[in-house]
């Protein structure tokens, strides 16, 4: 599912200049037309995970995915990747990749109210920690 996710989201996302991508089932898919001034590039997905990642925070998930090895750019670079995506959603016309998914907000508060929590043990690591 996440897969489709991306496709729909790269397709709306990438007009102009090439995107390639190879998922970790080994299917490919291209996104926008070659134009004079937009790089090609190809990226492959090591692991099924990238893509849910890339759509639950596109910004984080795609940094860690690549950080870690399981984004790997085999054609072009990374400036490459970021200028193509850039140039097809320029931000001073107001263009945004949009904020994190319904899911990510989710999964932000529950883990935000988690830390909020405050009990015995956390009280007196708190107290040895400032004193």
């Given at each position: 599912?996440?897969?489709?996710?991306?496709?729909?989201?790269?397709?709306?996302?990438v007009?102009?200049?090439?995107?390639g991508?190879?998922?970790?089932?080994?299917?490919a898919?291209t996104?926008?037309?070659?134009?004079?001034?937009?790089?090609?590039?190809?990226?492959?997905?090591?692991?099924a995970?990238?893509?849910?990642?890339?759509?639950?925070?596109?910004?984080?998930?795609?940094?860690?995915?690549?950080m870690?090895?399981?984004?790997?750019?085999?054609?072009?670079?990374?400036?490459?990747?970021?200028?193509?995506?850039?140039?097809?959603?320029?931000?001073d016309?107001?263009?945004?990749?949009?904020?994190?998914?319904?899911?990510?907000?989710?999964?932000?508060?529950?883990?935000?109210?988690?830390?909020?929590?405050?009990?015995?043990?956390?009280?007196?690591?708190n107290?040895?920690?400032?004193?």
């Amino acid at each position: 599912m996440s897969k489709s996710l991306l496709d729909r989201f790269l397709s709306r996302g990438v007009k102009q200049g090439q995107l390639g991508v190879v998922f970790a089932d080994g299917s490919a898919s291209t996104f926008g037309t070659p134009a004079p001034g937009f790089p090609e590039i190809v990226i492959r997905f090591t692991d099924a995970k990238v893509p849910r990642d890339i759509i639950l925070d596109p910004r984080l998930g795609a940094a860690e995915a690549f950080m870690d090895g399981r984004l790997l750019i085999e054609e072009g670079d990374v400036m490459g990747l970021v200028s193509l995506l850039r140039s097809n959603n320029p931000w001073d016309k107001g263009g945004d990749i949009g904020p994190p998914s319904l899911l990510k907000r989710l999964m932000n508060r529950a883990s935000f109210a988690a830390e909020q929590v405050n009990n015995r043990v956390g009280s007196k690591q708190n107290v040895a920690h400032h004193y």
